[in-house]
T-cell receptor, first 115, second 113 residues
C-alpha cells in the first residue's frame, strides 16, 4: 500500500541553525500539508500546499518557515533559524484530489530536537 | 480562530467497557473528521462526517455529527486493548476548500486489561 515517507526520523540541531525536513507524499496526491505536534499535545496545522503554492497557513507558520516542492516527488519544510520552542514532531500529510472523504495520509513524522 | 475542544482529555477504562469522546466547535462545521493516533505513531484517518445528524458505524465504533453541526462524538463499544491511543476530531475549512485543518485537543484512551 502506498505511504507517505519522511526523513530523517529524528533531527537534532542547535538553536539558530537551519533545518530542512523532507517528505515524499503518495505519488498521485496533489494536496500536501505540514503539521507539528509538541510532545503530549494536539496536532497543529502549519501549512497546506497545492499547485505549487501555499493554499493556507496558520499563525505558527511565520517568516521562519518555508515549504517547497523542488521536484516531482519531494515536499520540504525549512525552518530558517530554529528556536527551542520549535522542538516537536513534524508530520507531513498528503491527499488525493479526487478523494471522496478528503482523507489525509500522514507520514511517520520527524522528531525535531532543538538544543 | 476556530477552536475545537474535546472532552475528556484522558479516559481509563476496563477492557470491555464502553468509551465516548465528545468534540465541540466554536463555529458551525462543514464537515468533521476523526483520526486515531497510537502511542508513538502518526494520525490515521478513521472517518468523515458531512451531514447534519449523520451517524456512521465501523464495527465497534459509532460516529455522530450533531444536528447543529457544531459537535460530534465517537463511541467505542466493548473496548479492547487495541483501542489504546489518542482520538482526535478535525475540522476542515479554509478559503481554498478544506485546505486548513483544525485538530481537536484529543482524548487519550487507556484500556486496562
Amino acid at each position: 500500500e502506498p505511504e507517505v515517507t519522511q526523513t530523517p526520523s529524528h533531527q537534532v540541531t542547535q538553536m539558530g541553525q537551519e533545518v530542512i525536513l523532507r517528505c515524499v507524499p503518495i505519488s498521485n496526491h496533489l494536496y500536501f500539508y505540514w503539521y507539528r505536534q509538541i510532545l503530549g499535545q494536539k496536532v497543529e496545522f502549519l501549512v497546506s500546499f497545492y499547485n505549487n503554492e501555499i493554499s493556507e497557513k496558520s499563525e505558527i507558520f511565520d517568516d521562519q518557515f518555508s515549504v517547497e516542492r523542488p521536484d516531482g516527488s519531494n515536499f520540504t519544510l525549512k525552518i530558517r533559524s530554529t528556536k527551542l520552542e520549535d522542538s516537536a514532531m513534524y508530520f507531513c500529510a498528503s491527499r488525493d484530489l479526487a478523494g471522496a472523504y478528503n482523507e489525509q495520509f500522514f507520514g511517520p513524522g520527524t522528531r525535531l530536537t532543538v538544543l | 480562530g476556530q477552536q475545537v475542544m474535546q472532552i475528556p482529555q484522558y479516559q481509563h477504562v476496563q477492557e470491555g467497557e464502553d468509551f465516548t469522546t465528545y468534540c465541540n466547535s466554536s463555529t458551525t462545521l462543514s464537515n468533521i473528521q476523526w483520526y486515531k493516533q497510537r502511542p508513538g505513531g502518526h494520525p490515521v484517518f478513521l472517518i468523515q462526517l458531512v451531514k447534519s445528524g449523520e451517524v456512521k458505524k465501523q464495527k465497534r465504533l459509532t460516529f455522530q455529527f450533531g444536528e447543529a453541526k457544531k459537535n460530534s462524538s465517537l463511541h467505542i463499544t466493548a473496548t479492547q486493548t487495541t483501542d489504546v491511543g489518542t482520538y482526535f476530531c478535525a475540522a476542515l475549512g479554509g478559503s481554498g476548500g478544506y485546505q486548513k485543518v483544525t485538530f481537536g485537543t484529543g482524548t487519550k484512551l487507556q484500556v486496562i486489561p
